[in-house]
RNA sequence: CGGGCCGUGGCGCAGUUUGGUAGCGCGCUUGACUGGGGGUCAAGAGGUCGCGAGUUCAAAUCUCGCCGGCCCGACCA
């Protein structure tokens, strides 16, 4: 490709409205544009990166022995329905009405529709069966945010596998877990494995690959020491033993004027530090209430309570809901004494003995309270979220808590979509049963984000050779100095005729110009050809990632160039 | 969905408070000089100021409504 003819518009400024790295410099390097919110249109250089994820995923995937498929992306009501998710789904789906009044759902994901071709499987003879497709898939969400790492419309591979026994389930998932961690190798960046929640998908072991960056929105905790690493949402902890005295004999409540929060308790005179309160939570769960108690100094992490407690609604409680179950407002609550509402208590308070807590009338706490004495907890749970330098439960070491971006998930599904969509096989013993999936998915445009987000620096975007737009440019200085264009074209057709992916950029610029542009979009190497060199009979290789040049001799420029090249590729 | 900010040539912005000829930098076109990290000079092109109503002699500017975008939060496989 010759530039001059080329439709690779770069931007001088930063684009005003882009605050993530990925989103300002795939704007700014000529890759993307967007449509509307949350939907990008690639242009010719990003189109070239999607294609090279998307076939290094395409290999890893035929290597593992999966098998390609295409589906629509309309998707029938009813299908959906069948597994409960065309409501379950909500608004994160895009749905309309056909000419007919169907009811129709852009797909999202195709566990159902996998499911359903299952359901065309007789005999466990037939199975496993690893099934995927690369295809674009549609979520309404509600805040498309930080250019492709999370839109409305993307491209997603996504895998499932169909077995008949648990243990061909755990094989095709370690089998997706090796896949991944080599895919993501190879596009250029190493994502932690952490434990997960399996949200919305169901099933019971789901692993995410997250990569480190600011511009992620999910936070991992993760331990140096042992390798535990989960997200937040599903992370735990090992507890520091606090020694508590023994207390009172009974809790006495004290008046606390204007004490709303655990700090306000915490600068009270005759209060306690966050460490020794009970916090006290109210919750709507499919609409009773419950009491959440956790420590002063905890967080709830309301995902952990989703996962454990089997609901359809779980909500907090609104004012006037706690007041008429307490008799307080927030500030004062606590569970003392409470037995007519159903109360779960964290781990982190077993065995505690003189907190404070509200006293469930305003303006009122109890010192003195022994959490197993003076409480009458239903339920004792793991709630809450994990914080940076908590003792590691494997280890004992300091966790490290960060922000990442979700570059892959996959999942042990079991049986609900196949029960769903009557997916049923024949065993050994003529017995129908339901096949057991697993579903695993990466986004091919989030990862492309991922690789900018991991790979770049001050002058733009750091291509690895395998994924880069075009591995080498060759920069001809002065395009209008015959021997130079010659020079470059003799070049950039041997480059050509080896298989290489090369840039010859012919355009009638500055060399600045060029060489900016040329570090902006990110190429792996530069061969710049100029007046002096072709004189002196030489070329300059300038490798982008760590600013090396070598000068290089015009008649093994090829040959040593392609080598160069080849020796990266992975 | 709540909160905040914002919509003016391709990009970045000023102008709006106090209504009166739509401006700047970059980019773009043509020509010349130039040519190893965004060069110089000259001459040009390009905008119904997000959309719609209203107020006014007059609206980018004031009023109302709508649409769109970004950020924070809630939500999210």
Redesign the pocket.
Known sequence: MRWSKAFH????????????VS?KLLLRAGFMR?L????YTLLPLGYRVAHKITEIVREEMNELGAQEFRLPTLHPKDVWERSGRWD???Q?MFRFEDRRGSDVGLG??AEEIFAHLASELRSYKQLPQNWYQIHT?Y?D???????LL?VREFT?KDSYSLDIEEAGLDHAFDMHFKAYRKIFKRIGFEPIAVE??????GGNE?I?FMLKSDAG??WIASCEGCGYAANVEKATSELAAESDEAGLDAPEKFATPGVRTIEDLEQFEGGAPGSRQIKTLVYKVDGKTVLLLLRGDDALS??KL?DTVEAEEIRPAAADEIQEALGAQPGSLGGVGVTEHFIIADEALRGRTNMTTGANVDDFHLRGVSVERDIESNAWLDLREVKEGEPCVQCGKALAVFKTI?VG?IFKLGTKYSEAMGATVLDRNGKARPIIMGSY?I?IERALAAVVEASHDE?GIVWPVNVAPFEVVITV????DVECMEAGERLYDSLKGSGIDVLLDDR??????K??????IGFPY?V???????AAGV??L?ARRD?E?SEIRVEHAGETITEAVLANRR
């Open positions: 518009p770069t931007f001088r400024d930063d684009p005003s409205d882009a605050e993530a989103h967007q509307m919110a949350g939907v379950a789904m909500g994160e999202m994901t898939k979520r969400e509600a805040r498309p945010k930080s250019g999370r997603m997960a929640s399996s949200g919305s998908m789901s995410e929105e999910d309301e995902q989703v979700e998930h998915g986004g002058n200085v002065k395009p209008k009638d610029e500055r060399p600045g110009v060489f900016n542009d040329a570090d902006l530069r710049t050809i100029g007046p002096k060199g072709v070329v300059e300038v600013g040049k």
